[in-house]
C-alpha cells in the first residue's frame, strides 16, 4: 500500500478541494467544501487547512502544494503572477512558501499578461494547464470555461497569450438581475441538444455585435412568440458562449486545435457549443487536470 | 390665457410624468413621480392618475393621452402593439380607451417587430418617435438611449424595423453584480471626454467579439495597471454602448444618418460616442419629443 507523499489543494474563491496522495500517485483520501478564499480570509486559512488535514487523517508535517486564490493579494500569501510568454514549467519554481507554518506549504503564482491594451490574469487555471498540456505539441488553443473562461494559446508548453471571457458570471447577473429573470423563472434543467441552445450559439457566433440585443430577443421572443422558459435560458447561455467563442476564435489562426478542459454539464455544453462551430475539440477532465497539475509542482519542487 | 384642452402622460416602468396641455399647445402644469406601472399596479392606476390630476387642477372631465408601460400586459389597459414595418402616423387611431373611466382616456400602443429570428418590442418610445420623425424625410436610424436602447430604422415616416440593446440594464446589473462592482465601487462621476470612456467605444466598436473580455478587462486593468475606479467605470460604459453601436450601425448601409433622441448626461455619453465611431447626429431633446408625440396623437384623436 502507497505511503502519503503530499498534499494537493485547489484552493479557489468558494470552494476547496483538498487530495491526500500517495507515493505512487495514487489518492489516498480527498475533501471538497464550501470553505474557499471568501470564507478562510476570515476564519483562517490555516485552521481550514488542519481540520481537513485532520480528516484524512494525514501525517503532520507533510508537505503541501496549493493552487488558486489562496495565492491572491486577499487570499493566504500572495503569490503573485508569472508573465506571459512564459513556459508552464516555470511554475513550479516560482511558488510562494507559507512562512512560519508546521509544514512545506507553497503556493503556486498566477499568470498576467501586462500587455497594456488587453491586460490579464488568471490563478487557479495555470495549475490545470500545467496538467493538461503534457502531451500538447505545437499550437494549440485550450479553453477552460466557467465564471471567468479562460482561452489559453499554448505553444510547445509554453503560454504564448490568454484571454478571459466573463461568460459564467454574466449568465448568473443577467439571469437572476435584468428584466430577462422574470423569462426564465420556471425553466428546467437543458443540455447542448437542446435547440434554442445551438441556434443562439450560431446567431452570436454570425453576428456578434449584436449580442445584446439578442439577449433583449429572449424577452421579445417570449412577448411575442411564447418560447418556454427553459428554451429562454438555454437562448441566454447559448448567447454568451457564442459570443465567448467567436471572441476566442477570432483571435486565433483559423484551424488551430482547441483543447477543452472541463467537467461534467459544463463542459458537454461546451462542447456542443463548439461543434455548431465547426470545431471539435480534445476534451480534458478539469479536476484530473489540476491535479496532475498540482502533481508536477510537488513533483517538481520535492523530487524525493 | 390658454383653457386646458387635454392631459398628456408618458407612464413608464418606474416613472410617471404629466403635463397639463392647453388649446394653444403651452404646457399649463406638470407632474414628475415615482409611480411607475410597478407602483401603480398595486396602488390602482386610476387613483394615481386622479392624483395627479388634482394636483394640476385640471378641469374633471378632461381627456387624457397615455403612452408607456400603462399599455402593457401587467398595466392599466392592454393597449397591444402595432406591428412593423407601420406608418407612425397609425399609432393614434390605435390608441385603447379606458373602460369605465369618469374621462375620455386613451393609452396609445407599442409597436412590435415580429420577425421571429429578431423579435423585438418597444412601447412608450414610438410615441417619442412619432414627435422626433416631423420633418424627417428619406431613411434615417433614430437611436434612444436608455435602459433598453432602441435603434429604430425610419423611412419617410414609417418604421421598417428597430432593435433593441439591453446596455442600460447590463451596465447597472454588471457595475453591481460582478466581480466588477469592486473596481467600479469608488468612482466619481463621468462624462463624454474621459479618455477611457473613448478608448472603450473604440475597441468595441472595433472587436464587438471580444465584448465580455474587454469587461473582464477592467478589473485586470486595475490589478496590473491601477486603472482608477472612475476610468473604470466609465470604460464599462464604454464598452456597453460601444458593443452597441457596433451592432446598430452594422445593420444600416453605411451612411445612413444618426437622430439621437435623448437628454442630459446621458444624451452626451451618446453623443461622445457616436463622434468617436464617425457619426454625427442630429440630436432631439427626448422630453421634447415625447411631448411632441402626446401632442400629434392628442390632435389626431380630439381634432376639435
Given at each position: 500500500m502507497a505511503r502519503p507523499a503530499y498534499v494537493a489543494i485547489d484552493w479557489g474563491t468558494t470552494s476547496f478541494r483538498l487530495?491526500?496522495?500517495?507515493?505512487?500517485?495514487s489518492v489516498l483520501g480527498?475533501?471538497?467544501?464550501?470553505?474557499?478564499?471568501?470564507?478562510a480570509a476570515t476564519t483562517g486559512f490555516a485552521s481550514v487547512l488542519a481540520s481537513h488535514l485532520e480528516a484524512v487523517s494525514a501525517p503532520s508535517g507533510l508537505p503541501v502544494i496549493v493552487c488558486g486564490m489562496a495565492g491572491a493579494k486577499q487570499g493566504w500569501v500572495e503569490a503573485g503572477y508569472l508573465d506571459v510568454p512564459s513556459p508552464l514549467s516555470a511554475i513550479p519554481s516560482a511558488a510562494v512558501k507559507v512562512p512560519d507554518a508546521t509544514a512545506d506549504?507553497?503556493?503556486?503564482?498566477?499568470?498576467a499578461r501586462r500587455d497594456a491594451a488587453h491586460p490579464d490574469v488568471m490563478r487557479g487555471e495555470e495549475t490545470q494547464l500545467l496538467g493538461a498540456v503534457d502531451g500538447l505539441t505545437g499550437k494549440?488553443?485550450?479553453?477552460?470555461?466557467?465564471?471567468?473562461?479562460?482561452?489559453?494559446?499554448?505553444?510547445?508548453?509554453?503560454?504564448?497569450?490568454?484571454?478571459t471571457y466573463m461568460t459564467g458570471e454574466l449568465f448568473h447577473a443577467i439571469g437572476r438581475h435584468t428584466i430577462l429573470s422574470h423569462s426564465i423563472a420556471d425553466a428546467q434543467a437543458f443540455d447542448g441538444t437542446n435547440a434554442a441552445f445551438r441556434q443562439a450559439v450560431t446567431d452570436a457566433i454570425r453576428n456578434p455585435a449584436l449580442a445584446t440585443n439578442l439577449l433583449f430577443g429572449v424577452r421579445s421572443g417570449m412577448l411575442l412568440h411564447g418560447i418556454a422558459a427553459t428554451d429562454a435560458k438555454a437562448?441566454?447561455?447559448?448567447?454568451?458562449?457564442?459570443?465567448?467563442?467567436?471572441?476566442?476564435?477570432?483571435?486565433?489562426?483559423p484551424g488551430t486545435p482547441v483543447?477543452?478542459?472541463a467537467s461534467g454539464a459544463l463542459g458537454a455544453l461546451y462542447e456542443s457549443a463548439l461543434d455548431t462551430a465547426g470545431v471539435e475539440p480534445v476534451v480534458i477532465d478539469a479536476d484530473t487536470a489540476v491535479r496532475a497539475g498540482l502533481a508536477v509542482a510537488a513533483r517538481t519542487i520535492w523530487p524525493g
Open positions: 487530495w491526500l496522495v500517495g507515493d505512487d500517485g480527498e475533501r471538497r467544501s464550501g470553505e474557499g478564499m471568501t470564507t506549504i507553497r503556493i503556486l503564482p498566477g499568470l494549440a488553443l485550450v479553453c477552460m470555461p466557467g465564471t471567468h473562461s479562460k482561452w489559453v494559446e499554448v505553444a510547445d508548453g509554453s503560454v504564448t497569450r490568454f484571454s437562448r441566454l447561455s447559448g448567447i454568451l458562449i457564442g459570443l465567448e467563442i467567436a471572441g476566442a476564435l477570432d483571435e486565433a489562426p483543447t477543452l478542459v
